[in-house]
């Protein structure tokens, strides 16, 4: 059992940044993939960006160039860099760690989530 634990949430502005950190609880952390995914209001569960056991990244077209996804294995966290925020990354923002993902992208591979957190861009 794995148990993710998100921070870093907040208000911003379009243009400013902000870093979400995830803390996971267990011993084998390392060997999961982990991933970032968010929920508008109404809308489905998409994803943001991937990381594999071995740092391979993934990252939707959406945030390229903008997010960056790392992990830190002996502080059992990832971290997702959010910069040049726009007003459509609001969203609550759910960390996901995966076993034996097929992809790094798909909701269906991962096996643990966060309760999640919001983060609100403003005009």
């Known amino acids: 059992q794995v148990q993710l634990v998100e921070s870093g949430g907040g208000l911003v502005q379009a243009g400013g940044s902000l870093r979400l950190s995830c803390a996971a609880s267990?011993?084998?952390?390392?060997?999961?993939?982990m991933g970032w995914f968010r929920q508008a209001p109404g809308k489905e569960r998409d994803f943001v960006a991937g990381?594999?056991?071995?740092?391979?990244?993934a990252y939707a077209d959406s945030v390229k160039g903008r997010f960056a996804i790392s992990r830190d294995n002996a502080k059992n966290t990832v971290y997702l860099q959010m910069n040049s925020l726009k007003r459509e990354d609001t969203a609550f923002y759910y960390c996901?760690?995966?076993?034996?993902?097929?992809?790094?992208?798909?909701?269906?591979?991962?096996?643990?989530w966060g309760q999640g957190t919001q983060v609100t861009v403003s005009s």
């Open positions: 990381i594999s056991w071995s740092s391979v990244t």
């Open positions: 996901a760690a995966a076993r034996s993902p097929r992809t790094l992208v798909s909701v269906k591979d991962y096996d643990y």
């Open positions: 267990g011993r084998t952390f390392s060997s999961y993939a």
